[in-house]
């Protein structure tokens, strides 16, 4: 009995450690797997890992342009209310991440931000 009440106290640490790292994996599944289906062939090859992309959200204050893949042309965010969906890719030192916007309220992908 001993061994199990010490193999569950090991457990809920390692558990925790576990959702701290992986935790917008878990939580964001369905937005993730959106904003990668919204990049290119292409740019899916240079994301490392999709399943430990970085969520966030943001109420968009300023003016910020960001490509609309579909039409090919700038469009701008401010007062959106958005999911930022971010991979790291295999040129992330040069580049940066790929970052997809959603719109929180519909789900929508709407955009890619510039990268350097």
């Not at 999911?83 to 789900?107: A, C, H, M, Q, R």
């Amino acid at each position: 009995m001993r061994k199990a009440g010490f193999l569950i106290l090991l457990s809920v640490p390692l558990f925790a450690l576990l959702f701290f790292w992986f935790g917008d994996s878990l939580r964001y599944h369905g937005e993730i797997k959106r904003a990668y289906g919204y990049v290119g062939p292409v740019s899916q090859k240079s994301i490392l890992n999709a399943n430990l992309a970085q969520v966030r959200t943001e109420n968009v204050s300023e003016d910020i342009n960001i490509m609309d893949e579909k039409t090919r042309t700038l469009i701008n965010i401010k007062g959106k209310e958005v999911y930022i969906i971010s991979f790291k890719t295999k040129d992330e030192g040069d580049l940066g991440p790929i970052s997809v916007y959603l719109d929180k309220k519909t789900g929508e992908a709407i955009g890619v931000g510039m990268r350097k």
